[in-house]
C-alpha cells in the first residue's frame, strides 16, 4: 500500500530532453503536456554541452508514473536523441530574477540596500528613476525579495525558466559514445529508438 501511495505522490520534476533544433518540435512536445492536463511550472531551451545539440529543462508537478509516461512519449519524437527525468534532490538548479524600483529609495534607504545585499542582489543597471538588480537562486529565494521590496514601490519584477544540471551525470557525450561503442556506425536516432533503450531514464 505504501508503494502505491508512493507513486500516486506528486511532486516536482525536472524533465530534460536533448534533441536537434527543429521548427515546430517545441509546439509538439507543448501538446504531449496538455493532452495530458499538465501544467508547465517552467520551460528553458538552450544549447547543450554537445555542438548542434539543444537542451529543454521543462519543470513538472506530477507523479512519478505520470511523468515517466510523458517522457517516454516525448522520446518518440524523431528529432528528440534522449529524454531524462529527475526530482529536485538530483540536480543542482537556479533560476534568475530582476527587480526594477525607484533609484531615490534606494539611494535614500540605507536599510533597502542593506536588504538587497543580504539577498544577494546586485545592480546590473542605475538610472536617474529606476535601478534594476539581479540575483539567483531558488524560486523561494526570489519570491522573498519580492516582499522585501514591495512596501518601497517594486515597478517590475521578471523570473527565468529554471536551469538545471544533474548530478550525478557523465553527460550526454558519455552516452553518444556508449552507443557509438556498442553500434559503431549506426545513426544515433535509429539506435535510440531501437530495443537498448535499458537506461532511458538514468543518467
Not at 536537434?20 to 492536463?37: C, D, H, P, T, Y
Not at 538587497?116 to 542582489?121: P, V
Amino acid at each position: 500500500m505504501k508503494d502505491a501511495e508512493f507513486t500516486d505522490k506528486k511532486q516536482e520534476y525536472t524533465i530534460s530532453v536533448y534533441t536537434e533544433n527543429q521548427v515546430g518540435l517545441l509546439n509538439r512536445i507543448a501538446i504531449i503536456f496538455s493532452r495530458r492536463k499538465i501544467n508547465i511550472e517552467s520551460l528553458n531551451v538552450s544549447p547543450s554541452e554537445i555542438q548542434h545539440i539543444h537542451r529543454f529543462n521543462i519543470v513538472v508537478n506530477e507523479t512519478p508514473d505520470t511523468v515517466r509516461k510523458v517522457a517516454r512519449q516525448i522520446e518518440k519524437q524523431v528529432e528528440v536523441l534522449k529524454v531524462y527525468f529527475n526530482t529536485n534532490d538530483d540536480i543542482i538548479w537556479q533560476e534568475m530574477a530582476l527587480y526594477k524600483v525607484p533609484t531615490d529609495v534606494i539611494a535614500e534607504k540605507v536599510y533597502v540596500e542593506r536588504l538587497l545585499r543580504e539577498n544577494g542582489a546586485r545592480a546590473v543597471v542605475i538610472r536617474k528613476d529606476y535601478t534594476v538588480f539581479e540575483t539567483t537562486g531558488h524560486r523561494e529565494e526570489t519570491d522573498k525579495l519580492i516582499e522585501v521590496l514591495q512596501p518601497y514601490g517594486l515597478i517590475e519584477f521578471v523570473r527565468s525558466a529554471r536551469v538545471a544540471i544533474i548530478k550525478n551525470s557523465q553527460g550526454f557525450n558519455e552516452k553518444l559514445r556508449e552507443f557509438e561503442r556498442e553500434e559503431p556506425g549506426q545513426d544515433v536516432v535509429e539506435l535510440e529508438h531501437s530495443d537498448t533503450k535499458r537506461d532511458v531514464f538514468t543518467m
